[in-house]
């Protein structure tokens, strides 16, 4: 039975950790998860949705770049509320860390 994989599960935390690390447009956010998240999957919409979805909770804020030529870009910016999500993110992931250590314990115990 193939494992259908949930990243985006966590997506939000990974564009909070992304944006902690300096402000940036969504396009840069993507390529950034790309290079850096060992074999990340999404399509560049879901990070669309997940900054739509972070706007909505304060997480983020943005502002508007027209220094470039072609269409202004919404630059963004990881807010206070947002580094509080990103805490809370780093508990549950440290939480996560330790049930699927301990699944992955018992389950080399039975392969002995």
Known sequence: MPIKRKQSR???????????????????IYNSLME????????????????QKLEEDNAVTF???????????KIYSITDA???QLDDWKVDIEQRILYL?????RYKKLKK
């Open 10 to 28: 966590h997506l939000p935390a990974f564009i909070l950790l992304t944006l902690a690390e300096g402000a940036a447009h969504g396009g840069a």
């Open 36 to 51: 850096k998240v060992p074999n990340f999957q999404c399509d560049q919409g879901a990070i669309y949705r997940a900054l």
């Open 63 to 73: 502002s508007w770049d027209t220094t470039s030529t072609g269409p202004a870009k």
């Open 82 to 84: 947002g580094l509080n």
């Open 101 to 105: 250590k301990c699944f992955l314990d």
